[in-house]
């Protein structure tokens, strides 16, 4: 499920800090950091005239605490990002130092200072973060089930399996951390719902391994945890930058984006038959990296005006369908132009492909990769228009049996007050964008396949018709 991550780094690696990661993996040295990650958190929102309360989606977001009428900016101290190499380097990273991926160890690091007696130099920043993850994979079972019918809901279930095999391995590789399942399973969602892009460093004693410039791990790109810009909550709208500055000026050396990697989930389609199989599948959102240092800062910028009390917003992408926003974020959003259902598809002596189905409708590639299959799988020198009516008649099969799973999870929407109102609305949202997208491709390939029929109606017609004349010129002879 998903692509493997690196290794983390060996036992001299991880005992070899350099000055950015300077107190990690001993207890005094930890216990330090904390204190002065402690100090920063405590300063650094009213230093940006913000504030943390409560937003009107029963979250938390940023506000600001007056006119801001050149924009936010937030900045952190590289030294306090969590990331695969600063998780490598903790107490509970060095206990993992072989048989774990980064990602893995990772989500160790976060569960363990998930703990309210952790000593983790993370602890500051771990104990502000929600209690509850907001990823479909920690909501309640009542939640789950109205993901029934879909991709992401059948991905799930996979994913539970994985985490559960992974806490078995820790607790046996780290017994002294005591990690709970629960924990586990928070950290997961933490990291889906919080990462930015990782920040690449200069000194190589910090670079875990080459595979690591793009290391992707079974829930995508691994990138990093950036302490209080993580409370900036999404809008499609906002034009927000993520930069690294040094420390002793203003000054900003290169930028990227600020959008998070990506997931997905995909369904492998057959064109012989109408079955499907869900699998999970990563997508690494492509962004300008940027080389950081001990000396330098992560700087958030958002140059909209705000008015004193309004809040301040992140751009978590604009590409992403409803079925990424809801597997990281947990919510989705009404007619979401980006909603799409991803396809696997297997071409003729190539490797299976993903392609997404959107609301542009059927693209020429997929339709040659159908073609190519069927040119594959044909034994028998069937011609063009044979294979064509085999991989119209594959699709169809595939397209009507998702919108009939669909259907059957439908009726589960309506549960009360059984579920929050804010999962009920996204998932109804996440569902109708996928029956929008799968009831536009029939038609178009219904419409297809009747234009089809008709132009060898009129083939048919016209072949009779010359077959005729050419009797009726002999019977004349």
Known sequence: MGETAAPVPTDSACCDRAPLHDGLGDEAGERDFAASLQVFLDTVLAEAHLERRSDEHCGTGLFATRDLPHGVLIKVPRRFVLDATSAAKTLVGCQLVSGFTSEEVLLAVLAEARKPESLSAFRPYVAILPDAAPDPGSWPEAAKALLVGTDLGTALQDAELELVALHARLAFAAPSAALELSHLRWARGMLL????????????????????????????????????????????????????????????????????????????????????????????????????????????????????????????????????????????????????????????????????????????????????????????????????????????????????????????????????????????????????????????????????????DEDEEAEEETAEEDEAILRSG
């Open 193 to 456: 719902s919080r990462r930015f892009p990782e920040f690449k460093l200069v000194e190589a004693v910090e670079a875990v391994s080459e595979a690591d410039e793009a290391e992707v791990g079974v829930w995508g790109e691994l990138g990093a945890l950036v302490p209080v810009i993580d409370f900036m909550n999404h809008h499609r709208a906002a034009v927000t930058s993520l930069k690294v500055s040094e420390a002793s000026s203003e000054d900003v050396s290169e930028s990227a984006v600020a959008q998070p990697p990506t997931t997905t989930t995909t369904t492998t389609a057959t064109t012989t038959t109408a079955s499907t199989t869900t699998t999970i599948t990563t997508t690494a959102r492509t962004t300008t990296t940027t080389t950081a240092t001990a000396g330098q800062h992560i700087v958030v910028c958002n140059s909209s005006p705000r008015l004193a009390g309004e809040e301040v917003f992140n751009n978590y992408g604009t590409g992403k369908s409803n079925e990424e926003l809801l597997a990281m974020y947990g919510f989705a959003e009404a007619e979401n132009p980006a909603d799409a259902v991803s396809l696997l598809l297997c071409g003729e002596g190539e490797q299976p492909e993903v392609f997404r189905l959107g609301r542009q409708g059927l693209s020429l590639e997929l339709w040659s990769t159908l073609l190519g299959t069927e040119r594959a799988e044909d034994q028998a020198g069937a011609d063009d228009d044979v294979r064509e009516e085999k991989a119209a008649a594959a699709l169809r099969t595939a397209l009507v049996g998702k919108l009939a799973a669909l259907a059957e999870g439908d009726a589960l929407l309506v549960t009360g007050d059984s579920v929050a109102r804010n999962i009920l609305i996204s998932v109804g949202h996440y569902r109708a964008g996928l029956r929008q997208v799968l009831e536009a491709a029939l038609a178009e390939l219904d419409a297809l396949t009747a234009g089809s029929e008709a132009d060898s």
